[in-house]
């Protein structure tokens, strides 16, 4: 039974379809997590304010995100889909929580910082600066034992546990404090080199890219800068061509082979890409089948949403009955 599974909670914002970063950094944990726990997985379209200006993109976005989780092989009939904004509670209860988080703690979160600057302080939206309490009301709301997310976050994990701590300490235990897991490769290469994959940076490949795309982006993957001929000693560290036959090349001896060729030059980049290339096809290719099946059927889609979305809403119901009375909301009874 469902109910007496440990719960794990994590999201994504609806900025787009999905790449290998987030399936290496999240999903596939996603995935092998579904038997063990009770899991919640959201769309966190209140945390898009840094697309205000584009709310077709994060409409278009959703669908996409739901249709590559339903790709990679999240399940409906045991998780949840949830669309974040169809429960308003989550807005209640980052409220409250923002009683109990020093403005200073979120100053200092070093995401959170890194982001703000990125955006450029003067014109980030006030939402983009409080979404990590948010994320702390997304979190606790189904009383979330597990955070399944990308080392990036961990900080706001930290700011959760303490909130959560701060609560409890007040008005007796009503959150459990959550732990972060942090996936297999917790931060994959971009394919030009940088250290994170994206795809406002152009330099991702995307589930739903096919075959031809695919191999077209490995051949103009970044390599060895050193390097100028295939007979020239290759170097393997920090370069994403073998981080990524690392990652998602089943085929450790092939990729052994490549590797002992490549650092004493006996073998060219074509050949390390052209097998990279296949290599991801073959990881892909059951994806982007599972992704057509459900592109042809709409419906199956927004049921999946539908479904997740009311069941946590019912629990977001009961969270904050609990939290209102712990807080003694009752003044007009
Ligand atoms: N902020 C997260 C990210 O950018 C996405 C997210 C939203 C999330 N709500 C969450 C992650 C709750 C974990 C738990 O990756």
């Known amino acids: 039974m469902s109910e007496d599974k440990k719960r794990i909670l994590t999201g994504i914002r609806p900025t787009g379809a999905l790449h290998l970063g987030h399936y290496a950094g999240a999903l596939e944990n996603w995935l092998r997590l579904q038997d063990e726990y009770d899991c919640f997985f959201l769309i966190a379209d209140y945390q898009v304010s840094d ?23 999240l399940d409906p009939e045991r998780s949840h889909f949830v669309i974040e904004s169809l429960i308003p ?28 600057a990125e955006l450029g302080s003067n014109s980030v939206p006030v939402a ?41 300490r007040l008005f007796g235990e009503v959150f459990p404090e959550p732990e972060g897991l942090v996936g297999r490769v917790p931060r994959l290469v971009g394919l030009d080199g940088n250290a994170k994959m994206g795809k406002s940076l152009d330099n991702a490949i995307q589930l739903k890219d096919d075959a031809e795309t695919v191999t077209k982006k490995v051949k103009g993957m970044f390599t060895d800068p050193t390097r100028l001929r295939a007979t020239d000693p290759g170097h393997l560290e920090g ?21 002992d060729r490549y650092v004493v030059g006996k073998v060219g980049d074509v050949e390390v890409k052209q097998k990279l290339a296949n290599a991801l096809n073959a990881f892909l290719d059951p994806i982007r ?36 009375s712990a807080l003694r909301l009752n003044y007009l009874e």
């Open 51 to 73: 697309k205000a200006d584009d709310i077709d993109s994060v409409r278009e976005a959703v669908r996409e995100i739901a249709l590559d989780w339903l790709a990679v092989g």
């Open 289 to 324: 089948e599972r992704r057509a099946h459900y592109e042809a059927r709409p419906e199956l889609v927004r049921e999946a949403l539908a479904a997740g979305t009311s069941h946590a809403k019912r629990i977001a119901e009961q969270t904050m009955a609990e939290v209102r």
């Open 239 to 259: 370069n994403p061509v073998f981080m990524y036959h690392d990652a998602f090349n089943p085929d450790t001896d092939e990729v052994q082979d490549l590797k």
């Open 128 to 168: 983009f600066f409080t979404y990590p309490v948010m994320q702390m009301a997304n979190i606790l709301m189904p009383k979330a034992h597990l955070v399944p997310v990308g080392e990036d976050q961990l900080p706001h994990i930290e700011m959760t546990r303490e909130v959560a701590r701060r609560f409890n």
């Open 89 to 116: 509670e989550h807005a209640e209860l980052t409220l409250w929580l923002s009683w109990w988080l020093p403005l200073g703690m979120l100053q200092r979160n070093p995401t959170l910082k890194a982001e703000m």
